[in-house]
């Protein structure tokens, strides 16, 4: 049995996915999505649980009688504060100011799809199938580190997710054997000097100055004492500070984000960038505050014997041509909690396609994607269950901390 025996509503997944679309929600705040979900869930008939691993979370689960391997798969479902463009379409965000510009719309039709496939050839299956709906992945507290801590992934063998993105064309499948995901946590330095008139600068301080020094520095900090072979990303993207021509700034806010290939780096980068700000901070007279986002995102590493099977159920749906190499990301993922605890596996889905405008990065506010790949989507995860419902030879439990 593969996937091609089993029947795929492309254009129930349309209506799922724009309905999900036109309404979309911040965060942990997803009363209208999960009512959704949860109405689709009831159609098909199959069990689910709310709320209990954290604030509109949704788990279904398929044959829970068959205890011998279970298979999690997971979407996110939480959309971003971005004011959406696309004014021809039909389906643009009806929430002003809100818009699902990073695809998590098309993981939640995905995964209803998948349930309703599933769930149709349950007698079929000799394992357990959990469907993890999961709010807040853009974030934090993390949604995915919240149903971690609520025990989701305690009865889950293995568990695997889709991204989808406007880079690839569509249809095609990217993933690897190795880190998909850089780690992150994101940093806030205010800075407090004393303000003085332009033409009496020697009666300030300079709050401003300091944090030309701290930019300055970790640019410096980048080029000469990280391994040019490693990855840091370490960006001030705001920088706040003064009030008028006629005096100095008397404060200055720079916040920005640190995304590492290593944990190790990471620790490291952390820690010279707190050095630097206060060693500046010292030296130039001013007080200073500085705060982390939280404990930071773990990079989301992929299981290499889920990969080497994962590729041949890829393959079965697409073709050999369509299935490619997914290089490391920056980006972060907060799937890689669920992976600190069992096997996991992040596939990309590419849904690039010009001629229906379907062409514009994640996080952007022309972003929409070729709504075609949807039944790809769940074409390969029923045919990576339908592959793997007996278990996967040599997976490896990941290292606790």
Not at 279 to 301: D, N
Not at 365 to 375: G, M, N, S, V, Y
Request: charged letters at 25%; a negative charge.
């Amino acid at each position: 049995m593969d996937h091609t025996s089993i029947s795929v509503d492309q254009q129930d997944l349309v209506r799922i996915r724009r309905q999900l679309h036109m309404y979309p929600e911040l965060r942990w705040d997803l009363p209208l999505t999960t009512a959704l979900v949860k109405e689709e869930l009831d159609k098909i008939g199959v069990d689910y649980v709310a709320d209990q691993y954290g604030t509109n979370t949704v788990v279904a689960t398929i044959n829970p009688e068959k205890t011998d391997f279970t298979i999690g798969i997971r979407a996110d479902m939480d959309a971003l504060p971005i004011t959406e463009n696309n004014l021809d379409k039909p389906y643009r965000s009806r929430h002003e100011g809100i818009m699902h510009a990073c695809g998590h719309d098309a993981h939640t039709t995905m995964l209803i799809g998948a349930a309703r496939a599933l769930y149709a050839i349950r007698d079929q299956l000799t394992c357990r199938v959990k469907l993890l709906f999961q709010p807040c992945e853009e974030g934090r507290p993390s949604g995915a580190k919240t149903m971690c801590e609520h025990g989701v992934m305690q009865d889950i063998d293995c568990i695997i997710m889709c991204h989808v993105n406007c880079v690839d064309g569509v249809h095609v499948i990217s993933s690897n054997p190795t880190v998909t995901n850089c780690a992150s946590v994101a940093w806030k330095i205010t800075l407090g000097g004393k303000g003085a008139h332009v033409a009496a600068p020697h009666w300030g301080i300079d709050a401003l100055a300091a944090g030309v020094k701290i930019y300055n520095g970790i640019q410096q900090m980048l080029t000469r004492e990280v391994d040019p072979f490693d990855t840091c990303v370490l960006s001030v993207t705001c920088m706040h500070a003064g009030e008028t021509v006629s005096s100095n700034a008397a404060k200055c806010v720079m916040e920005g984000s640190l995304r590492c290939l290593k944990e190790k780096t990471m620790k490291w980068a952390q820690a010279r960038l707190e050095k630097l700000a206060h060693s500046v901070a010292e030296e130039a007279g001013v007080t200073i505050e500085m705060g982390w986002s939280g404990e930071p995102l773990p990079p989301a590493t992929n299981d290499p014997a889920m990969y080497d099977t994962f590729v041949k159920s890829a393959r079965k749906v697409v073709g050999e041509e369509r299935v490619i190499y997914l290089p490391t990301s920056p980006g972060a993922e907060d799937f890689a909690y669920y992976e600190k605890e069992k096997p996991g596996l992040l596939f990309g889905l590419g849904m690039r396609n010009e001629a229906k405008g379907a062409c514009a990065p994640a996080h952007n506010k022309d972003w929409d994607i070729d709504e075609d790949a949807l039944e790809t989507g769940v074409r390969v995860f029923v045919q990576f269950v339908l592959d793997n419902m007996n278990g996967i030879k040599g997976m490896k439990m990941p290292e606790k901390e």
